[in-house]
């Protein structure tokens, strides 16, 4: 009997069932596929685009709680639909040195693939030791790719509610529950969540947490990622 798309997950998230993860990912190719060759057109390479929209699966799979109501096809059809802010924001990847647009995608999949493997998010260096190059080499394409204003605030200061408005303290507080377990630990720090302490450097947070600030930074702009979404039009 075939396997429902919540039973198919369930198994992918609690014994990492490789098989379970690759048949969703097949029934759900074409819709994946749609939604990016609506922007085939973007001034971004397609395949950046392809990559993306991936990612983005995989973030409505790790998400996806079937006690909310909805089925997952309406999830992901939802978390889908921040590929039009991907493109938006990163239409200035048509500026990016021929050289390096060539190689974006390729890292795209690669990170996207060890996060797959690893349940976490690569660092540059398992990404460069996959690809065969230097850490520095993607670091610069992972760079080049973040012309993101919240991200960069986001990974330089926390964020004071209480200089934001209800609606945006509203939307940050219901957005965590898209983030996993570390990044949730990261976020409730950085935002002094839960009662617990706001953090005041990315140094003094890494340090606490016991993790470099490699890593953290790397936490911070996958929290960033997942959240700014959500703020878009929100005052």
Known sequence: MEKSDAELIKSWKSRRDQAAYAELKSRYKLMVLKQANIYRSAPIAFENIVSQAWLLFDDAVNSFNPNMGAGFSTRLGYTL???DRYVKTYQNMARIPENQSAQIGTVNRARGELRLQLGREPSDHEVGKKLKLKTKVVTTLRRAQRKDL???LFEENPIDLDTRSESIDYVLRNARFELNQQ?????DRLMGFGGKPKARSRATLAKSLGMSQGRLSQITSS??????PHLHGVR
Not at 183 to 187: F, G, I, L
Request: hydrophobic share 35%; no cysteine; glycine share 6%.
């Open 223 to 228: 929290i960033a990622k997942k959240i700014k």
């Open 183 to 187: 990044e949730r630990e990261v976020y």
């Open 150 to 152: 919240f991200e960069g």
């Open 81 to 83: 639909k921040r590929l």
